[in-house]
């Protein structure tokens, strides 16, 4: 039976004692200091997004994306210090509350909201508020909103830290792609494995053909928000640009299916190796 089949194999993740993740405070608004030291230690290897409050990942967010397009170029630079509090103000309000139409609300009454890769805020928030539900509404343990950002962050760090090559690698447009799929990789994750669902032939593993059903899944869903104009992040690109962000991400977050980690990994560390001269 399936339950006899997940008990064997340990394809569902392991609850916590209580059943469910604790739920944790919400932490008091930061300040544009705070703001600027969250997004500064953001850079390092060593920064813990385990240790921040759930809340604050979506401030967390904004300012990465924010930070990225202004140190790549991606920004047309009109009231900079406008379009950075309405970008975060939508991130506190999000990150609070989880309302799309709250976050929608901030971003269209803050002075000189412009956009964030052309993205308009409100739009951006309503993307981050279902980022969340999805990544929160089956309480997984590990696959969770904290997961999300964790791997969203240390891509940044990959892109943007001094002395790693990939970010030389990269179009600006490509960092960009690498955030969101880094960001969606593992969106309404159910908690069990790509095996489970073979082995019981789920509706997932049908509609997929058995093939990576987890990580089509997680991009289909990543789509199907982008395609709603409410929640479209790329509202701003031109036709071009989107199709070449739909198709990173679609080889991005497909990478993540664990049968292709050794393959791949290896054709990266070879790119690496050749772009830093090393062969």
């Known amino acids: 039976c399936v339950a006899g089949y997940a008990a064997a194999d340990d394809v569902r993740e392991p609850a916590s004692a209580s059943g469910a993740p604790a739920p944790r405070a919400t932490p008091p608004p930061r300040d544009a200091a705070e703001h600027r030291a969250l997004a500064g230690d953001a850079r390092a290897w060593e920064f813990n997004v385990w240790a921040l409050d759930e809340e604050a990942f979506a401030q ?3 300012l990465l994306m924010l930070h990225l397009s202004a140190d790549r170029g991606l920004v047309l630079v009109d009231g900079e210090d406008a379009r950075r509090s309405s970008l975060v103000e939508v991130a ?4 609070a509350g989880g309302d799309a ?3 929608a609300a901030a971003a269209d009454d803050a002075p000189g909201a412009a956009a964030l890769f052309d993205i308009g805020p409100a739009q951006f928030g309503r993307f981050l508020a279902a980022v969340r539900e999805l990544m929160t509404r089956h309480a997984n343990p590990y696959h969770s909103w904290t997961h999300c950002v964790d791997v969203c962050q240390t ?3 990959m892109i943007e830290r001094r002395g790693l090559t990939l970010g030389a690698l990269l179009s600006p447009l490509e960092g960009l792609a690498l955030l969101l799929a880094a960001l969606s990789h593992d969106l309404d994750h159910p908690g069990t494995n790509n095996g489970y669902h073979v082995a019981t032939q789920s509706p997932l593993a049908l509609r997929y053909n058995d093939q990576s059903v987890l990580e089509n899944h997680h991009c289909a869903t990543a789509w199907l928000l982008l395609a709603a104009p409410a929640t479209d ?3 701003g690109v031109s036709p071009e640009e989107r199709r070449l962000v739909r198709q990173l991400m679609i080889k991005g977050i497909l990478a993540t299916d664990m049968t292709y980690h050794f393959s ?3 054709e990266l560390d070879a790119v690496i190796l050749k772009a830093g001269g090393g062969g």
Do not use: S
């Open 60 to 62: 967390l967010i904004a």
């Open 92 to 95: 506190d309000r999000t990150g």
């Open 101 to 103: 139409a709250v976050a």
């Open 155 to 157: 891509c940044f760090v």
């Open 233 to 235: 992040a790329l509202g």
């Open 264 to 266: 791949l990994k290896a």
